[in-house]
């Protein structure tokens, strides 16, 4: 039983995280270089960086990776921090594209966008090989798709298992921390969606449950930011901590509501994977959304909690820069 579930889901999330990895590399070779420029140069205001987050996140196909890209900026003192509460808001909803791909079940495709993106990063043209790196990462990310289902039988036949999401269903806590651990574990809150989206489909979670683990998976990513935020300035250690506790709060508020963030997912559509897709999508555009107006005021509290006795605010550098 233990190697029936083992195998299928240390090579399945291999692949994941393989091909997410080729699909991150791939994206930063074509537009990377760019990416560091852009950041630095539009984000002018809390809009600005909102766009220039979720485009990143898009590109490198990371929260944490555009994350930790903003904390070395930040380091540097290319931006200031101000800057970066757009940036973080953008992140957390240009991570929902990724999902809602994952979502669509496009498995059938993993073998031939495999072989296609295979084909390609062997011509010599650095742009088309980099094109193929892009293309076999989604096939790579399908195929271990594909191979996490093998364990859902096996998990759905297991009496122990069955009783921990079980008790995992009474309380939704229990599933808000496994998505925080897990995805501290592994580094990658969409794996840790995936892994839920499979487990739904097989009704071994509740729909309850399975948000409750994906939200916890939103709060998870942050780990990789605090972690890169270790020994950096203060406004880099704001920067980590102002994105996690901006998931932290929006994971908390909406707890209460995910009955009825569950129906509304399964008025969109009956697939259970795109009731999680969207479910994940309607969240972080709330919050998001909600925060964005308040951009100014966010950072202002955050250099409140952590100050910086050296400097004066970083809000209002920026705003003098601005007016000036």
């Not at 997410?20 to 590399?25: G, K, Q, S, V």
């Not at 062997?122 to 093998?150: E, H, Q, S, Y």
Request: charged content about 10%.
């Amino acid at each position: 039983m233990i190697f029936s579930i083992l195998v299928p889901f240390t090579i399945g999330l291999c692949f994941f995280l393989i091909g997410m990895y080729a699909m991150r590399t791939g994206f930063q070779n074509l537009a990377g270089k760019k990416m560091e420029e852009w950041m630095s140069r539009f984000t002018r205001t809390p809009y600005h960086s909102f766009w220039i987050g979720l485009i990143a996140t898009f590109v490198l196909q990371s929260s944490s990776a555009v994350t930790v890209l903003t904390i070395g900026l930040t380091n540097a003192g290319i931006i200031q921090f101000a800057q970066t509460v757009g940036i973080i808001l953008g992140t957390n909803l240009g991570t929902t594209v990724t999902t809602e791909l994952v979502a669509l079940k496009l498995e059938s495709f993993a073998i031939p966008m495999l072989l296609v993106g295979v084909a390609l990063w062997l011509m010599p043209r650095r742009n088309v090989r980099c094109t193929g790196l892009v293309i076999a990462g989604f096939g790579l990310i399908f195929l271990g798709i594909d191979t996490l289902k093998l364990m859902a039988k096996p998990l759905e036949q297991s009496e122990t298992f069955r009783s921990l999401f079980l008790e995992s269903s009474h309380s939704i806590w229990i599933g808000l921390v496994t998505g925080i651990v897990f995805t501290a574990l592994i580094h990658s809150g969409s794996a840790t969606t995936v892994i839920t989206m499979g487990l739904l489909s097989h009704q071994i979670l509740s729909m309850e449950t399975a948000l409750a683990i994906v939200l916890g998976a939103n709060i998870g990513t942050c780990f990789t930011a605090v972690v890169a935020a270790i020994g950096a300035n203060i406004a880099s250690k704001q920067v980590a901590w102002c994105h996690t506790l901006f998931n932290v709060a929006g994971a908390i508020v909406f707890l209460p509501f995910l009955t009825q963030l569950a129906q509304v997912s399964a008025f969109l559509t009956d697939s259970p994977s795109m009731q999680i897709a969207h479910s994940q999508t309607i969240f972080n555009l709330i919050c998001s959304m909600a925060a964005l107006p308040f951009a100014s005021q966010i950072a202002r509290f955050i250099q409140w909690i952590i100050p910086d006795r050296r400097q004066p605010p970083a809000t209002t550098v920026w705003l003098n820069k601005k007016t000036g």
